[in-house]
């Protein structure tokens, strides 16, 4: 079966660095589009980054561009996500997620997923 495995999350102080993992299992990893979803409290699941299987095109959310990047390693079936500057806005359960096609359907938000990690949190405070 499918599993998406999210490790890495912690305590930051505000301006920190943290780099989240996501182990996948259960399906040919390559073939796959990933990307990162993220839910603050009392808000909505949000789109954060994506990554296409085929030329490991990216795709962020305006408020994390030029802060995160977001990398895949096929021969780990391992997804990435490198956290700098971290702000406390930023604060939020991360997960991992298989969009249904490809990035496009990222865009579509947790509709355009078929397949969710169990979540890291990450806290940015002082």
């Known amino acids: 079966q499918v599993r998406l495995v999210e490790s890495g999350g912690g305590l930051v102080q505000p301006g920190g660095s943290l780099r989240l993992s996501c182990v996948a299992s259960?399906?040919?990893?390559?073939?796959?589009?990933i990307a990162w979803f993220r839910q603050a409290p009392g808000k909505e699941r949000e789109g954060v980054s994506c990554?296409?299987?085929?030329?490991?095109?990216?795709y962020y959310a305006d408020s994390v561009k030029g802060r995160f990047t977001v990398s895949r390693d096929n021969a780990k079936n391992t997804l990435y996500l490198q956290m700098n500057n971290l702000k406390t806005e930023d604060t939020a359960n991360y997960y991992c997620?298989?969009?249904?096609?490809?990035?496009?359907?990222?865009?579509?938000?947790?509709?355009?997923?078929?397949?969710w990690g169990k979540g890291t949190l990450v806290t940015v405070s002082s």
């Open positions: 997620a298989r969009p249904v096609a490809g990035c496009s359907s990222y865009y579509a938000g947790v509709n355009g997923v078929d397949y």
């Open positions: 259960g399906f040919t990893f390559d073939n796959y589009a």
């Open positions: 990554i296409s299987s085929s030329d490991s095109k990216t």
